[in-house]
Each structure stands twice: as C-alpha cells, then as structure tokens.
Nanobody
Framework: QVQLVESGGGLVQAGGSLRLSCAAS?????MGWFRQVPGKEREFVAV????????YYADSVKGRFTISRDNAKNTVFLQMNSLKPEDTAVYSC?????????????????WGQGTQVTVSS
C-alpha cells in the first residue's frame, strides 16, 4: 500500500503561481495530478512516468503547468503558472503501478486526500 501526502495549494489571484507537492511512501510506475470541481468528474491534469521521465499534460494546462520529480525523495511537484479562475478545483495526487501511460482515473491505484486551489479573478 502506497500512501500519498500532498502539500501546497491555497488562494491566488489570476495570473499568479502555486506549487503542489506529493510525497509517496513507496515505489510506483508513475505519479500525477487530477482535479475536480463540484458536480463534475475528476479531470486529468498531468503525469510523469518514473522510468522514462516522460511527462503528459491535459491540453488545458499545457504551457502553464509543469510536472517534475525528486527521485531521492519519491516526490512529484506541480508548478502552476499563469493560473486562471477556471483552474479552481480540488487537486489530487495519484500514483499508478501500470507500466503504460494512462489519463484515466481507473488507471491509478493510490490517491492523496486532495488540496484546494482557488484562483480569484
């Protein structure tokens, strides 16, 4: 069982930046971020594959968000720049043991508790 502990998030004005962190208690094949707003399904944001260091992003965040990792600390980061009010959501860290890339929530085995990101206009 892998536990994920998130940190970061908060309130920021549009155009600002925030950084999310997620530390894993064990090894996985990939780690990423999803987000959810009330009444909508959880949405893929970004993922990084541990073995290849390949990264994948949702079209809505490309060019603004960057996912990275610290191997020694088994931690991933999500740097969010040029934030927009529509980025407001609960952001959850997720980890997968699958050996292939997936943006589906069904492909992720472990989840963090979620952290609120609010972008004011």
């Amino acid at each position: 069982q892998v536990q994920l502990v998130e940190s970061g998030g908060g309130l920021v004005q549009a155009g600002g930046s925030l950084r999310l962190s997620c530390a894993a208690s064990g090894s996985t094949s990939g780690m990423g971020w999803f987000r959810q707003v009330p009444g909508k399904e959880r949405e893929f944001v970004a993922v990084i594959r541990w073995k290849t260091n390949n990264t994948y992003y949702a079209d809505s965040v490309k060019g603004r968000f960057t996912i990275s990792r610290d191997n020694a600390k088994n931690t991933v980061f999500l740097q969010m720049n040029s934030l927009k009010p529509e980025d407001t959501a609960v952001y959850s860290c997720a980890a997968t043991s699958r050996t292939y890339y997936t943006s589906s929530t069904r492909g992720y085995d472990y989840w963090g508790q979620g952290t609120q990101v609010t972008v004011s206009s």
